[in-house]
DNA sequence: CCATCATATGCCGATATCGGCATGCGTCAA
DNA sequence: TTGACGCATGCCGATATCGGCATATGATGG
């Protein structure tokens, strides 16, 4: 009984956790130091089960820190998880900066193999 | 008659389309220079209508263009898409490198508050 | 024109996602 | 202890997502 498998565990890795465009705000907003959940979803005009939740994804996968700070909890940024996605996008430095008005790698080969001749 | 929102329109933009990691295996197999839909699902160990999906989100965000070559239809890397993703990334460098061990920027503020007396 | 190859698309089922709401739970102050 | 505050969690509805499959579409060659 074959079960359907609907869709590869994507779920908890930082890719993803970047992808929603509200916890990508809560990030930057993180920068400026420590926040409680209700200032953070005050500032970016959320709810605060809104916030929680994306916090929630947030730390899960490292991104975000918190701790208790009497009846608040403070969310702090970590962002070494940020590295590899960083790392990842840099392996593509090289092909941003071709010229690519209408050529391709496929096409750079024929026009470099015509110089050699 | 509130109709709820159910989700941000997060389709269709890159951070999206890279949280998917066969887009990504894909992207990178392309660093390599363009190729048939059949070629990378054979690759990548999917079927090709997989494939072509994965390949159709990655278009709709300019990460790969597509150019018929007689029967086949080759598909190229366009990774300038890519850069703002770098950047946005590279805005948290200087935290990455920070001693999280224990820390966190609101302690630092403490321990400097300290200093200062 | 027809058969074939290459690719795209449509449909389905299972599940993940997100927002809104209500509510639970812990902490602090009076 | 009780009320108020801060936050997390659970439930719901709507929708997006992904894989598998069948099939449509398109181009090619005979």
Redesign the interface.
Same mark, same amino acid.
């Not at 920068?31 to 420590?34: L, S």
């Not at 990842?88 to 430095?93: D, L, P, R, V």
């Given at each position: 009984m074959m079960v359907p498998m609907a869709r @590869?565990a +994507?779920t908890s /890795?930082v890719?993803?956790a970047? #992808? %929603?465009?509200?916890r990508?705000e809560i990030? &930057?907003l993180l920068? @400026? =130091? %420590?926040r409680p959940v209700t200032e953070l979803a005050q500032e970016l005009g959320m709810t605060q089960p809104g916030a929680s939740k994306h916090l929630r994804v947030l730390r899960e996968v490292g991104l975000v820190?918190d701790?208790k700070a009497g009846k608040q909890r403070?969310y702090?940024? /970590?962002?070494? =998880?940020?590295?590899p &996605?960083?790392e *990842? +996008? =840099? =392996?593509? %430095?090289q092909? *941003?900066n071709e010229s690519?008005d209408r050529l /391709? #790698?496929?096409v750079q /080969?024929l026009k470099q193999t015509q110089q050699e001749e």
């Open positions: @590869a +994507t /890795d890719f993803n970047i #992808a %929603e465009p509200q990508r990030l &930057v920068r @400026a =130091g %420590e820190r701790r403070l702090g940024l /970590d962002a070494r =998880g940020l590295r &996605v960083h *990842w +996008t =840099g =392996g593509f %430095e092909f *941003w690519f /391709d #790698a496929y /080969d």
